[in-house]
């Protein structure tokens, strides 16, 4: 069943699903016009800061993060994909609104007077709540077969400030279940992979990743299912076993489930090739 857009919400993709995840952006998109919602991107965004920039210089973080915040039109969520992204977002929101003077410095520096209303959301929270099902195009469960682990990564931990925020652990495994999936238990969903960490310093990482890629493969998975761009590029970046494993964004496969066939161009991108597993399945031809 496919839906025309008609809900449009304001769209921060970030550096990585501008780049290396284009993959994630294009199914993203693909997934949410099923769905009924249009992804308006920010005209002329700019990196939030979540890389370096929020380490070495703070004032420099949060105007990378502010002037975006400035971009996003009133009334109208703004949606981020990337764990890191939306905590940039949503932490540089919340001091806004508890500090008059770094409110006062916002509006003189950008020129726009500050949106206290803002709703700064995860896709998840999109999602959370939509019967998916309803959207496919034969309305079958369409994964039955496929067995995965979710992996959330660390970003999506919320420091002290934030606690309030809605939290999204266990949502994968609930939707993806509804699809006809097979979620499995293992102890690394929330692992740090070592984020930034892997240019600099891969001899962190990859004991790291190793570790992460072995669980999976302890637990019987045939994939790793992600939502996270850094994460997913870690994942096959930094891997050195021998024998390793598809790592998957949760959009590509939602967007497999609901029928599209648009997914030559994400799998191509993978450095784990997907596709046989996919094919075994019966998801792709």
Not at 19 to 36: K, P, Q, V
Not at 111 to 126: A, T
Request: proline residues 6%; glycine residues 6%; charged residues 25%.
């Amino acid at each position: 069943m496919n839906r025309k857009a008609s809900i449009d919400l304001s769209f921060f993709p970030g550096c990585s699903l501008d780049t290396t995840a284009t993959e994630n952006n294009l199914s993203l998109n693909s997934l949410f016009n099923r769905i009924g919602y249009n992804l308006v991107e920010l005209d002329d965004w700019n990196c939030c800061g979540s890389s370096s920039a929020h380490s070495i210089n703070s004032e420099l973080a949060s105007d990378l993060a502010t002037r975006n915040l400035s971009l996003a039109p009133k009334g109208r969520p703004l949606v981020a994909a990337c764990p890191s992204c939306l905590l940039r977002l949503q932490d540089a929101h919340f001091h806004l609104k508890k500090n008059d003077e770094e409110r006062l410095r916002y509006e003189e520096r950008w020129g726009r007077p500050f949106d206290p209303e803002l709703k700064i959301l995860h896709f998840f929270e999109i999602l959370d709540g939509i019967d998916l099902l309803s959207f496919a195009k034969d309305r079958t469960k369409r994964l039955d077969g496929l067995r995965f682990v979710p992996y959330y990564g660390c970003m999506l931990a919320h420091p002290p400030d934030l606690t309030r925020e809605k939290e999204y652990h266990g949502l994968m495994e609930k939707i993806l279940a509804s699809l006809g999936a097979t979620p499995l238990s293992w102890p690394h969903a929330s692992q740090c992979c070592g984020t930034f960490l892997s240019v600099a310093r891969p001899d962190i990482v990859t004991p790291l990743v190793d570790r992460i890629i072995q669980g999976a493969r302890d637990a019987g998975t045939d994939c790793i299912i992600t939502a996270c761009a850094m994460c997913h590029l870690n994942l096959e970046v930094r891997c050195s076993l021998k024998k390793t494993i598809p790592t998957l964004y949760f959009t590509e496969v939602l967007s497999l489930a609901l029928g599209s066939d648009e997914h030559k161009t994400w799998f191509s991108r993978h450095l784990v090739d997907p596709k046989p597993l996919l094919r075994s399945k019966g998801l792709i031809q």
